[in-house]
């Protein structure tokens, strides 16, 4: 075996491999300590959304003027949002003020390439359904 040889393989099992790893993304969230609760629905549906494709999700809330004085509410909103993606994910670094943001990282169960393999599989399953003419009426049989 010559050395180009040697060279093109090993790239090409180089490439193999880049192509087939998964990146976990940091998808970021942001909150304010007084939210509605249906605003609150609508970001945590966002966070189950990126906790199921297998990122994590990084939860900021923003305090402005005199909530800064309040983290507590920042802290209690951190936390319920945990609880309710419970199923999905876990808390990778607990909430922490950071000037005026307080921040968490929530961490999937499930790794990226497992949620894009369970994707696909669920992709694949839905496209089973026949639509061949084999179940099609026949006029004409129907008539004998």
């Known amino acids: 075996m010559d050395y180009g040889k040697f060279k093109y393989e090993s790239a090409m099992k180089a490439r193999e491999a880049r192509r087939n790893q998964a990146h976990t993304i940091i998808k970021e969230i942001k ?70 943001n307080m921040i968490m990282v929530i961490g999937p169960h499930k790794k990226k390439a497992e949620a894009k393999a369970e994707k696909a599989a669920a992709k694949a399953g839905h496209s089973d359904i026949d639509t061949d003419d084999d179940l099609a009426i026949d006029p004409v049989a129907v008539e004998e």
């Open 31 to 100: 909150l304010r300590p007084k939210i509605d609760p249906h605003d609150y629905e609508t970001k945590k549906g966002h966070v189950v959304r990126f906790l199921k494709a297998g990122d994590k999700v990084k939860v900021t809330i923003m305090f402005r003027g005199r909530e800064q004085s309040r983290p507590e509410l920042g802290f209690r909103l951190l936390q319920r949002l945990a609880e309710d993606v419970t199923e999905l994910g876990f808390v990778e670094s607990q909430p922490k003020q950071d000037g005026r």
